[in-house]
Structures are given as structure tokens and as C-alpha cells.
């Protein structure tokens, strides 16, 4: 017998159970066409309809204004990193960013190729437990680029600054997960493989407004005109993985829609955060107001008992609660498809492994 898995992993992470049956049943005959999914030409008019269908529940589930560009590109959200400098950067102009996470300080490591980084706040030196507080931002700035939520760190941003500069934003593990009025930004990116779908796509929300600004000239592969243009279709897309985003977001909207899916998610954070503060041996990573509703971060005030505990965990089905490498400790990431008893089975084993150990 198969052991019931509780899939607490950061990213590519758990998909709910009737995304992934159908998902294999397309993979073996698509909606009895005879065909697999995988052997289908992006261009049928089959396909085509995916592509409209997925924005349009991107579209409707986000509430994405009209004026706003919907494309699905490849390369991570790692690839924005250098794609947005690419576009909005140049060598005599400047951009200021949040250091806040690991990712952050990679997508600053990537803008320095194309221009000058103003680095307006920094969490580094306390080993990223909180977001910093945002200095000066001068009105000659190409933009403001943070990070919604600190996948790593287990910190998350609930509040987003008017600088009078475009804004940008890095939302890669908490898009879907809350609402986030997108009207407030002018460029947001995401990998997928969180709360959107598997790995191998990246949303980006674009206003038209800055993609206007643009006037240099930009490689095609690189040029977001080009896939807005092109219906993300400039080249050949990441099928299978935007058919399975629809899917994932059809799953979505049939629970309710991002508002509802949001309170379930305060709720699980809640339970978890809660039993982190009462356990003895427990204590959680991020500041508490910074603290994050996605992921999870916390230690054992004894270190020598970590390894023992994930073992623990392991044999009760706890999966992917190993913090990030330079991190360390635990972490619980809680997306959308997480259900709220399996974060009752980890509070559940966090309270067996205490009456075991104290
Ligand atoms: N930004 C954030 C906030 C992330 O969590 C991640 C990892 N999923 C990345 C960027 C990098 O994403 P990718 O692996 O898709 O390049």
C-alpha cells in the first residue's frame, strides 16, 4: 500500500489530485482525438484554444486590466532576471531594488550587465529575516524591482510602495495564493511551478504603457513586444505545461477563485505558525510581521535534533520539509493544493515528536 504523502515541497510542488489525472489522460489520448497532448502542433486550432483559454482565466481569476499584456515565456523566473534589465535598463540609467532574499540578490547580480543598481533597502545582514524598509527612490529611475514573497527566507511583502516609478515584481511563489491588485504594477513575473501549474512556463503581466517606453533594440527571444505580439507564439511554446497551468486553473476557479483559495491559505498559515510558537522545541525563522503564508521557515532550538526529526517526519509522510540548503532548518511552503489536514498531520507530528523528546 502506497503511504499517503503530505507535499510540503517549495517548487515544482503539489498539484491537486484531479489536475494530475487529467493531465495523464491527455498525455495518453487528448479529449479522444487519438492523440497525445505532446504530439500535437502548437498551431492546431486545438491548441490555439488552450492559449486562449489560460490567459483568459489568468485574466479573470487575477483581474488583470484590460491594458496589460498576458505571456507565457520560457526560461524561469531566472531568465526575467536579465530580461527585465534587458528591456528597461540602460548603461547611462539606473534601477533601484529590494535585497530581500536570495532571488532578489540574483535578479540584482543579473541588472548590473545592463545598467546601474541602486540597492534602496537591504535584509542581508540579518540573514534576510525580515523585508527591508524601502529608502529613497529618485524619479529618474527606470524602476523599482522587489520580490512579493521570499520563497527561501519565508518572508512575504502586504504592502506594495507608490515610488512614481514603474513598478516590478518578482511574484513567483505567491501569485494565485492571495489577492494582489495587479493595477498597482507595471511588470509582474512568476514561474509557474508553484501555484500556477509545472515547471517550464513563466507568466509575465506587462501594461502596454512600458513596453511602449522601449526604444533601443532588443534580440528577439528577449523582446516582450515580440511575444505580445505573437500571442506568446513567437516560437514554439511550452505546451504541455500551459496545458496543464489551464487545468490547475480551472481547479482554481471551480474552489472559489484566488479571494477564497486566500483565506484558506491565512488559515493553514495560522495552524502552523501557531503550533511553531507553542512548541518548545520549535521557533519560527522570519520576523513575525514579515512572516510569510506560503513558506513556512523555522528550526529546532536543539540542532543536533534536526536530521532525527526529518526522519521522524519522513516515516509519517512529511515530504520536502527540508529547508533550503543556505538556509537551513525546516520549511513548509503551503500552496494552493496543500490541503488543511496535511498541515494538521505536521502540527500533529511536530506534537508526537515532542511528547517523544521533552
Ligand atoms: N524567484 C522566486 C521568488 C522563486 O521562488 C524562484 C524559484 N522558484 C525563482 C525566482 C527562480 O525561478 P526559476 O527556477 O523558475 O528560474
Request: net charge negative.
Amino acid at each position: 500500500t502506497i503511504q499517503i504523502k503530505h507535499n510540503f515541497g517549495a517548487g515544482p510542488c503539489i498539484l491537486p489530485a484531479s489536475v494530475l489525472e487529467q493531465a495523464a489522460e491527455a498525455v495518453k489520448n487528448w479529449d479522444n482525438s487519438g492523440l497525445s497532448i505532446l504530439e500535437v502542433s502548437h498551431r492546431s486550432p486545438k491548441f490555439e484554444e488552450v492559449m486562449r483559454k489560460t490567459e483568459q482565466l489568468v485574466r479573470e481569476l487575477l483581474e488583470v486590466p484590460e491594458d496589460y499584456a498576458v505571456l507565457f515565456l520560457q526560461g524561469g523566473a531566472s531568465t526575467q532576471f536579465s530580461m527585465i534589465p534587458q528591456n528597461f535598463l540602460q548603461k547611462h540609467q539606473k534601477a533601484a531594488y529590494l535585497d530581500a532574499g536570495l532571488f532578489g540578490h540574483k535578479s540584482i547580480k543579473e541588472a548590473k550587465y545592463f545598467g546601474q543598481v541602486d540597492i534602496v533597502g537591504s535584509s542581508a545582514g540579518t540573514s534576510y529575516s525580515r523585508v527591508p524598509e524601502i529608502g529613497a527612490v529618485s524619479k529618474d529611475t527606470a524602476y523599482f524591482h522587489c520580490t512579493s514573497n521570499n520563497t527561501i527566507e519565508g518572508t512575504e511583502m502586504f504592502s506594495f510602495p507608490d515610488l512614481g516609478v514603474p513598478l516590478i515584481c518578482d511574484m513567483s511563489s505567491d501569485i494565485f495564493s492571495r489577492v494582489i491588485p495587479i493595477s498597482q504594477f507595471d511588470l509582474v513575473y512568476a514561474g509557474a511551478q508553484k501555484n500556477m501549474g509545472p515547471a517550464g512556463m513563466t507568466l509575465v503581466l506587462v501594461k502596454n504603457e512600458l513596453l511602449d517606453t522601449v526604444e533601443h533594440p532588443v534580440p528577439s527571444m528577449s523582446d516582450y513586444r515580440i511575444y505580445r505580439d505573437n500571442q506568446s507564439m513567437f516560437n514554439t511554446p511550452p505546451v504541455y505545461s500551459i496545458y496543464v497551468a489551464m487545468l490547475n486553473l480551472q481547479w482554481l476557479k471551480a474552489n472559489g477563485g484566488v479571494a477564497e483559495i486566500e483565506k484558506e491559505n491565512i488559515a493553514k498559515a495560522a495552524l502552523l505558525y501557531a503550533e511553531i510558537e507553542r512548541n518548545p522545541l520549535f521557533f519560527g525563522m522570519a520576523d513575525q510581521e514579515h512572516r510569510s503564508r506560503v513558506n513556512v521557515c523555522f528550526k529546532m532550538h536543539d540542532l543536533a535534533k534536526e536530521e532525527d526529526f526529518l526522519s521522524f517526519a519522513a516515516e509519517r509522510g512529511m515530504v520536502g520539509i527540508k529547508g533550503y540548503r543556505t538556509a537551513g532548518g525546516f520549511r513548509a511552503s503551503l500552496y494552493n493544493a496543500l490541503r488543511l489536514d496535511s498541515v494538521k498531520a505536521l502540527v500533529a507530528c511536530m506534537q508526537d515528536y515532542e511528547k517523544q523528546n521533552y
